[in-house]
């Protein structure tokens, strides 16, 4: 039975490697079952494993299945292992569900796409990918899957590579990412060079034993391993990739850069909780890059006329909060926002496709308007999930997962005043983007008229999305509301439980304050841009605007401290001397050409001449010799 | 029976090779050219009779029996492309037909 779990990613892998050697030949149907069909093989085995695993829980912790030998010298031993814990299962429930929700989806989205079994190929490859980095037993495959979905991701943004501008936000992507993935890379070495083993069970163990807590070598493995988590989940300082990789199909922003492939950096600071429980210091970074992350992408996505940047940022923004949670000590909160972000985002995502393919590529919220009543399926699921994102209080899924962030960032033992400010204002600022996209986008009058209505392979992705985004939210429910923590009591067999400090407040005080604070937002949002649009009107040619709109001025810095000197060190080393004699070679080459070039004019005597001529001086230089 | 002497045989042998070198070389209508280039075909043909019948071996004659089937093949491959020349370009004048040159 423990065999099984390696073919749930196997099975996608091998959905790739079908597409992308026989994806041209095959026609579009057979492309279009394997690519799905794969992932949903895939996410039949996550339930049937996680039906037995979860029953066996209290006996065993961990399932570890060794497939083969990968790497074995003497002083370095790695397999191509994995193992299954609640945290892996949950992660793979997450990518196998929604991903295969998001291929029946693409189904249909991509179907006129000239590309689309390359679509699915690498669609497949990053599913396979990202089970491989949730399930891995040892860092090294861990990083294997990590850079495979930095390498789909690269791929699936310069997806439509025609346009230059895509293949540009692809690279800028891969590029920023790549800077997290060394420093992620050098962790990984120093925890090799430390304990002689790249086995992640036994990395923590000997960690917990041999480092003590707050030394340097502690904080500077977390720290470069946060790195690579920084640049995976695009938080601050290198969150400038995430907006521009909206340039992809809507699907794979579904998929790659919203519900699963940047929360990465959640799974492996929750992995290796152990390194920064050990490394307060970074904690803590962990959780005010979070706050700050949250705010500053809040305030952008406030400001966006694109409906995916919207999204976007609004992206960068909850995977603050987790990151928040993450660093208070809240690691089951943080999993909890994640597969509830992942319902409600991919949701969000796939509807914002609908509405832009349906529009003929229109993505300008201002261009929209009134789509209420042309699209009701797509308008509904789309209420469901912005009420979930801005976390409208009791009904939504939303609510209980970020509820319970904002609570254990005042009430855990690291937890602070100034953590919760941040996360309140945030909430503030969620309610007031979401309901502002809600109002421009669905009410008003209509600018762009519909193209053609949305068939049911993305409808009904799309509608189960929504019930999740509903229901979700009720396994894990706070004490003075249900009290039911199954989510949580499933992931503490791997995660450590949250440590409240007393604080002296209850909790249920702060779930009234976070919901009269959400429902304060979007009535503000409805005052503001459904009311009385010119009150926006006025805002929107502010300076302050248009910094916000511009991600606060991240990319232009980038490019000014970083992008700019880089170009000018590369033009100078252009004209270096080995650049000099090997142009000069090609430069005489083209000058014998030049000259040859004239004896080729096409005409026969011309060459019987000059035949004869060459036959002439060689028999002369061969009789006379 | 009059014998020439060898060395005669072979000059002659030479100026018809020449001739049909000039005339491959002044000649400008493909098919004159083409004959130009039997006539050469031919005085080689001259020299492996003569080298033949000076050393009394017959060699030479089987020679020029190939020559002589050499020839007629190419004499035929050389017509087709001469048809195909003129279908294509409505002249024989190899100075109009220069299309196969590098762009300068």
């Not at chain 1, 089951?332 to 496709?353: N, T, Y």
């Amino acid at each position: 039975m423990k065999i099984l779990i390696s073919l749930i990613p196997a099975i996608p892998l091998f959905g790739f490697l079908f597409l992308a050697l026989a994806g041209k030949k095959v026609p579009q149907k057979v492309a279009g079952f394997v690519g799905a069909g794969t992932v949903g093989i895939s996410m039949i085995l996550t339930f049937a494993v996680s039906s037995i695993f979860i029953g066996s829980l209290h006996h065993v912790k961990t399932w570890s299945v060794v497939l083969w030998e990968w790497i074995n010298t003497a002083n370095m031993h790695a397999d191509i292992a994995f193992s299954l814990d609640s945290l892996s299962l949950i992660f793979m429930f997450v990518i196998t569900f929604v991903g295969f929700l998001i291929h029946i989806y693409s189904l249909e989205f991509m179907s006129k796409d000239e590309g689309f079994s390359r679509f699915f190929a690498y669609m497949n490859l990053f599913v396979g990918s990202m089970l491989i980095l949730v399930m891995a037993d040892n860092l090294l495959l861990m990083y294997l899957g990590w850079e495979g979905v930095g390498l789909c991701s690269y791929l699936l943004i310069g997806f439509w590579y025609k346009e230059p501008a895509n293949g540009k936000a692809a690279r800028k992507a891969f590029i920023v990412t790549r800077i997290g993935d060394t420093a992620m890379i050098f962790g990984i070495f120093i925890l090799f060079l430390s304990f002689h083993t790249v086995n992640i069970r036994e990395v923590m163990y000997n960690a917990s034993m041999n480092w003590i807590a707050g030394s340097p070598i502690a904080t500077l493995t977390a720290a470069l391993l946060l790195g690579g988590a920084l640049g995976k989940s695009a938080q601050l300082p290198l969150q400038t990739w995430l907006p521009d990789a909206m340039a992809g199909p809507s699907p794979v922003s579904a998929l790659i850069h919203a519900a699963t492939m940047v929360t990465a950096g959640v799974y492996l600071i929750a992995r290796t909780n152990v390194l920064f429980l050990l490394a307060p210091a970074v904690r803590s970074a962990v959780a005010v890059i979070g706050a700050l992350t949250l705010l500053i992408a809040g305030f952008s996505a406030l400001t966006q006329h694109d409906l995916k940047r919207i999204l976007a940022y609004s992206t960068i923004s909850q995977i603050g909060y987790m990151f928040l949670a993450l660093g208070v000590g809240a690691w089951s909160a943080a999993i909890f926002h994640f597969v509830i972000h992942a319902f409600f985002k991919a949701l969000l995502f796939l509807g914002a496709g609908i509405i832009i393919l349906v529009l003929n590529q229109e993505h300008n919220i201002f261009k929209m308007g009134g789509l209420r009543k042309k699209m009701p399926a797509v308008f509904i699921t789309f209420l469901i999930a912005s009420a979930s994102l801005a976390a409208l209080p009791l009904v939504t899924a939303g609510f209980y997962s970020k509820d319970q962030i904002l609570w254990y960032a005042f009430s855990s033992e690291y937890g602070s005043v100034l953590l919760w400010t941040a996360g309140i204002i945030g909430a503030l600022l969620t309610a007031l983007y979401s309901s502002r996209m809600i109002f421009i986008t669905f009410y008003g009058d209509a600018k762009t008229e519909p193209s053609f209505k949305p068939g049911k392979l993305m409808i009904v992705p799309v509608s189960i999305l929504a019930f999740f985004s509903i229901v979700g939210g009720f396994v894990e429910l706070p004490d003075s509301l249900g009290n039911v923590h199954l989510f949580s009591d499933l992931l503490n067999y791997t995660l450590p439980k949250v440590i409240l400090k007393n604080t002296g407040i209850p909790d249920y005080f702060f779930q009234v304050l976070s919901g009269i604070i959400v429902l304060l937002g979007i009535y503000f949002a409805y005052l503001v841009y459904l009311k009385k649009p010119s009150a926006a009107e006025s805002f929107r040619h502010s300076g302050l605007y248009s910094f916000f709109e511009k991600g606060w001025g991240f990319d232009a810095l980038y490019d000014t401290l970083l992008v700019r000197p880089v170009v000018w060190l590369s033009e100078i080393d252009k004209k270096d001397f080995i650049d000099i004699f090997n142009k000069g070679l090609a430069q005489l080459a083209l000058l014998f050409n030049s000259l040859l070039v004239r004896t080729q004019n096409g005409k026969i005597r011309w060459y019987l001449m000059s035949l004869a001529i060459g036959i002439t001086l060689i028999l002369t230089y061969i009789l006379t010799r | 029976m009059l014998t020439v002497p060898v060395q005669i045989q072979i000059l002659l042998a030479g100026i018809l090779f020449f001739l049909g070198l000039i005339g491959l070389l002044v000649r400008r209508n493909i098919i004159f050219m083409l004959m130009s280039v039997e006539i050469m075909f031919n005085s080689a043909g001259l020299v492996f009779i003569i080298a033949g019948t000076h050393w009394m071996q017959p060699d030479g004659q089987v020679m020029f029996i190939f020559i002589l089937a050499v020839a007629a093949v190419e004499v035929s491959i050389g017509l087709a492309l001469i048809l195909q020349l003129y279908h294509h370009f409505k002249t024989l004048d190899t100075d109009a037909i220069n299309k196969l040159k590098d762009k300068r």
